[in-house]
């Protein structure tokens, strides 16, 4: 029966998305509407966790803005993303890394992968 | 008010034209079959009954078998009457997805999920008893008084109380059906429908 269920999903799931994961750093494009008109507003920030499967999945991006955390929930296959760039793979230890939270400053940079 | 009897899949999302993310269950909607018409001379009153799904040969009854044949059907898992159903039906014909179309409005009927014996802020929303501090203590969802003292000396019947929740029969009404997948006999409609995924649920328009 779920098979079923991924069977649609597929249509509506995106599939010009990179690959990305907990501990990188993305850039994403996100549209927003003003009563008619539409612009594009970039999001750059670490991403802590990606959660749920198929075309329910989200993923939350965190980043420091003047001082205080901000963190964004993004479904990876919403209509809204108009491009997603990572720009930076991060090297860490664990698929949530909510720890970040509690960390500021020097303490909270992430290692980068090389290679 | 032309129904069907169908299968609950599960629940996912998608993005609509106004690019919101909405809620939606999908049903499957194999092809029924009428298995016994019933009139208003024979029976008292008129109904149609359908069959829905496949069972096993074997664990079903002689005389459910013999009641299939009749009917020129391969033995289903449910049957159920449907009241008020088209007249033109007879035994043999199919009632599929086709009745319904994108944009309308359907209720469907199913089994809830039990929930077990639960207290009374659960199943009945009571808001529990004030604060959990100034020397209250284990009253925090308790459901208060019942009821006055000598006069009346009872309590009320009806009185909402704790007790077994759920696995009641329950329609949701007016799910307006988003997309339909006539090939693969899928439903999908906005919203809940009540019921574990892989229950029956009786869908009328």
Same mark, same amino acid.
């Given at each position: 029966?779920?098979?079923?269920?991924?069977?649609?999903?597929?249509?509506?799931?995106?599939?010009?998305?990179?690959?990305?994961?907990?501990?990188?750093?993305?850039?994403?494009?996100?549209?927003?509407?003003?009563?008619?008109?539409?612009?594009?507003?970039?999001?750059?920030?670490?991403?802590?966790?990606?959660?749920?499967?198929?075309?329910?999945?989200?993923?939350?991006?965190?980043?420091?803005?003047?001082?205080?955390?901000?963190?964004?929930?993004?479904?990876?296959?919403?209509?809204?993303?108009?491009?997603?760039?990572?720009?930076?793979?991060?090297?860490?230890?664990?698929?949530?890394?909510?720890?970040?939270?509690?960390?500021?400053?020097?303490?909270?940079?992430?290692?980068?992968?090389?290679? | 008010?032309?129904?069907?009897?169908?299968?609950?899949?599960?629940?996912?999302?998608?993005?609509?034209?106004?690019?919101?993310?909405?809620?939606?269950?999908?049903?499957?909607?194999?092809?029924?079959?009428?298995?016994?018409?019933?009139?208003?001379?024979?029976?008292?009153?008129?109904?149609?009954?359908?069959?829905?799904?496949?069972?096993?040969?074997?664990?079903?009854?002689?005389?459910?078998?013999?009641?299939?044949?009749?009917? !020129?059907?391969?033995? @289903?898992?449910?049957?159920?009457?449907?009241?008020?159903?088209?007249? +033109? =039906?007879? $035994?043999?014909?199919? %009632?599929?997805?086709?009745?319904?179309?994108?944009?309308?409005?359907?209720?469907?009927?199913?089994?809830?999920?039990?929930?077990?014996?639960?207290?009374?802020?659960?199943?009945?929303?009571?808001?529990?008893?004030?604060?959990?501090?100034?020397?209250?203590?284990?009253?925090?969802?308790?459901?208060?008084?019942?009821?006055?003292?000598?006069?009346?000396?009872?309590?009320?019947? !009806?009185?909402?109380? @704790?007790?077994?929740?759920?696995?009641?029969?329950?329609?949701?009404? +007016? =799910?307006? $059906?988003?997309?339909? %997948?006539?090939?693969?006999?899928?439903?999908?409609?906005?919203?809940?429908?009540?019921?574990?995924?892989?229950?029956?649920?009786?869908?009328?328009?």
């Amino acid at each position: 029966m779920q098979g079923i269920i991924r069977e649609i999903q597929q249509e509506f799931m995106r599939t010009d998305i990179p690959d990305f994961r907990a501990g990188d750093t993305v850039k994403v494009m996100y549209k927003i509407k003003e009563g008619d008109k539409e612009r594009v507003q970039p999001f750059q920030g670490v991403v802590i966790q990606r959660r749920g499967t198929g075309a329910t999945e989200t993923f939350t991006v965190r980043k420091m803005a003047s001082g205080v955390g901000v963190e964004r929930i993004i479904p990876i296959h919403s209509p809204y993303i108009e491009s997603l760039e990572v720009t930076k793979r991060g090297k860490v230890r664990r698929a949530r890394i909510f720890y970040l939270r509690g960390l500021t400053g020097k303490k909270a940079r992430i290692k980068e992968k090389r290679g | 008010m032309p129904g069907l009897i169908g299968k609950k899949i599960g629940m996912t999302s998608f993005y609509n034209e106004m690019g919101r993310n909405v809620a939606c269950t999908v049903l499957d909607v194999s092809p029924n079959y009428v298995t016994q018409v019933k009139t208003n001379e024979k029976d008292g009153y008129s109904a149609v009954q359908l069959a829905y799904g496949t069972a096993k040969e074997k664990n079903t009854t002689k005389a459910m078998k013999g009641h299939y044949n009749k009917a !020129g059907v391969a033995v @289903a898992e449910v049957l159920k009457e449907f009241q008020e159903m088209d007249e +033109n =039906l007879s $035994v043999g014909d199919t %009632v599929d997805i086709n009745q319904f179309k994108v944009g309308d409005l359907v209720e469907i009927t199913g089994v809830s999920k039990g929930k077990g014996f639960q207290g009374v802020v659960k199943r009945h929303g009571f808001g529990g008893v004030g604060q959990s501090t100034h020397g209250q203590h284990n009253r925090l969802r308790a459901p208060g008084s019942i009821g006055a003292c000598s006069t009346p000396s009872r309590v009320f019947k !009806g009185m909402r109380m @704790a007790g077994r929740m759920g696995n009641d029969r329950i329609t949701v009404f +007016n =799910l307006r $059906v988003v997309k339909m %997948v006539p090939e693969k006999n899928l439903l999908i409609v906005r919203g809940a429908v009540p019921g574990h995924n892989g229950s029956n649920v009786l869908i009328q328009l």
